[in-house]
C-alpha cells in the first residue's frame, strides 16, 4: 500500500549530505571537505603604505602602464601634472644657466632695437680743461664766494661750480653771479640779510646779532626784534608755538629754517617750530 507522504523526486545519498553541509562540498562518504589553503590578507601598515607608495611620484615614476594602479584619476591626472611641472621648471633651469646667454640676449635686444648701448659718460674735474689764467681767476672767486655765503657748499665745490659755467662760454663775472644765486638757494647756506628778501626759497639760514627787542603785540608771540649783520638788518618773529629758547639783546644768533615772511612789501622772517636757533660763540646751541 502506498503512503500519501511518498515524495516522487529520488534524492541520492549524496545530494542529501550536501545538503546537510549547507552547500559545503563532501567527500565519498558524506564528510564536508575542509579547504586547508591558507588565505593571506594585507595588515593595515602594509595597506597605509601601498597607499603612500601610490601616490608618491618615485614610486610610479617607472611604471610602464597606462594607468597608475591604487590611486583614483583625479589623483592620476594630479600626479602627471606634477611630473609635466617639474620637468618644465628643469628645463628651464637648464636653459638659464648656459654660457653668455644674457650677452647673446643683449646683443639680440640691441639688433632688434636698432641702436648700441651709450657709452659710459666721462667724468673729469672742469677745471682741468680751463687755462692756467681762466683757473687762477676762477679760485680767487671762489674764495670769495665762499667768505661771502657761509654754511653751504665748501670751496672746491664752488670752484668747480664755476669752472663749468666758465667751460660753457659763460664770462667770469657772470658765472659768478649765477653760483652766488645758486649758493644761496642751497640748504644750510647762511645768507646775507640783506639779500634774503631775493632768495629764490621761502626758508633761509641767517645769522646776525640781536639789536632791539619789543614787547610782542599779541600772546601767540613770545619775542619780536631785529636781527642785523654787516649787510643789513630784518624783522624777526619768534612764535609761542615753536617752543624755542628766549633771545637778548647782544647776542650773535644763527636762525636756520626760517620762514620768509612779506608785509606791505616788507620781507622779515618767522621761527617756527621747524626752525632752529644756535649760538655760533658758545660753540653750540639750545631748543627747548
Same mark, same amino acid.
Given at each position: ?21 549547507? *552547500?559545503?562540498?563532501?567527500?565519498? %562518504? ?17 595597506? /597605509? ?20 594602479? *591604487? ?19 628643469? !628645463? ?12 647673446r640676449t643683449r ?5 632688434? @632695437?636698432?641702436? %648700441? ?7 673729469? %674735474? ?5 687755462t692756467q689764467d ?7 672767486? !671762489? ?51 640783506? %639779500? ?20 610782542p603785540s599779541s600772546?601767540?608771540? !613770545? ?13 624777526? /618773529? ?28 616788507? @620781507? ?21
Amino acid at each position: 500500500m502506498s503512503s500519501n507522504n511518498a515524495s516522487g523526486k529520488v534524492v541520492t545519498v549524496d545530494e542529501q549530505a550536501f545538503e546537510k553541509a549547507g *552547500g559545503q562540498a563532501v567527500d565519498e %562518504d558524506g564528510f564536508p571537505v575542509v579547504d586547508e589553503t591558507p588565505e593571506f590578507e594585507a595588515a593595515v601598515e602594509q595597506e /597605509t603604505q601601498a597607499k603612500v607608495d601610490a601616490n608618491h611620484p618615485d614610486g610610479i615614476a617607472d611604471t610602464s602602464q597606462d594607468r597608475i594602479h *591604487g590611486v583614483t584619476l583625479e589623483q592620476e591626472e594630479r600626479i602627471q601634472a606634477r611630473e609635466a611641472e617639474l620637468e618644465r621648471i628643469s !628645463a628651464q633651469a637648464e636653459l638659464g644657466t648656459q654660457d653668455g646667454r644674457e650677452q647673446r640676449t643683449r646683443e639680440v635686444v640691441s639688433e632688434q @632695437c636698432g641702436r %648700441d648701448e651709450p657709452a659710459p659718460a666721462e667724468r673729469t %674735474d672742469p677745471r682741468e680743461k680751463l687755462t692756467q689764467d681762466e683757473l687762477a681767476e676762477v679760485n680767487e672767486q !671762489a674764495m670769495r664766494i665762499s667768505d661771502e655765503v657761509k654754511g653751504g657748499w665748501s670751496r672746491a665745490v664752488v670752484a668747480k661750480q664755476l669752472a663749468e659755467k666758465v667751460q660753457r662760454g659763460r664770462d667770469v663775472t657772470k658765472a659768478v653771479l649765477e653760483t652766488l644765486e645758486e649758493l644761496k638757494a642751497a640748504p644750510g647756506a647762511i645768507v646775507p640779510i640783506a %639779500d634774503v628778501p631775493d632768495v629764490p626759497v621761502g626758508e633761509v639760514t641767517v645769522e646776525g646779532t640781536v639789536s632791539e627787542l619789543w614787547d610782542p603785540s599779541s600772546p601767540a608771540i !613770545a619775542q619780536v626784534g631785529l636781527i642785523e649783520d654787516e649787510s643789513g638788518r630784518t624783522k624777526f /618773529t619768534i612764535w609761542e608755538k615753536s617752543k624755542k629758547t628766549v633771545v637778548r639783546e647782544g647776542q650773535t644768533v644763527r636762525f636756520r629754517a626760517v620762514k620768509k615772511n612779506w608785509y606791505q612789501g616788507r @620781507c622779515s622772517l618767522a621761527i617756527t617750530g621747524w626752525s632752529r636757533i644756535e649760538f655760533p660763540e658758545r660753540g653750540r646751541w639750545w631748543e627747548e
